[in-house]
């Protein structure tokens, strides 16, 4: 399986950025569609950036026009810009291809955490 490992989370205040990075192992990094998913206590993993092997992007309505995702398949890492912050993007995020398949393990996560 390819591993991932998520970085670049931290506590912020409500308005401010944070540049969250997943670095993949193994070859195939650059023939998936990767996304950027969280998981708030209590709820359920939702994801939130998608990005395809050809870099078209989508987004859930909740993050539209504040984060922005983005690959550098050299690197075998996608990136998720995270801008506008609230309190209510508190949450763990990890990336995984999308849809989801067996060949991606889950990372641990990176918590972000944004204070009011």
């Known amino acids: 399986q390819v591993q991932v490992v998520e970085s670049g989370g931290g506590l912020v205040q409500a308005g401010g950025s944070l540049r969250l990075s997943c670095a993949a192992s193994?070859?195939?990094?650059?023939?998936?569609?990767m996304g950027w998913y969280r998981q708030a206590p209590g709820k359920q993993r939702e994801l939130v950036a998608r990005?395809?092997?050809?870099?078209?992007?989508n987004y859930a309505e909740s993050v539209k026009g504040r984060f922005t995702i983005s690959r550098d398949n050299a690197k075998s890492t996608v990136y998720l810009q995270m801008n506008s912050l609230k309190p209510e993007d508190t949450a763990v995020y990890y990336c995984?291809?999308?849809?989801?398949?067996?060949?991606?393990?889950w990372g641990q996560g990176t918590q972000v955490t944004v204070s009011s």
């Open positions: 193994g070859s195939s990094f650059s023939r998936s569609a």
């Open positions: 990005i395809s092997r050809s870099s078209i992007t």
């Open positions: 995984n291809t999308n849809p989801l398949g067996s060949s991606y393990s």
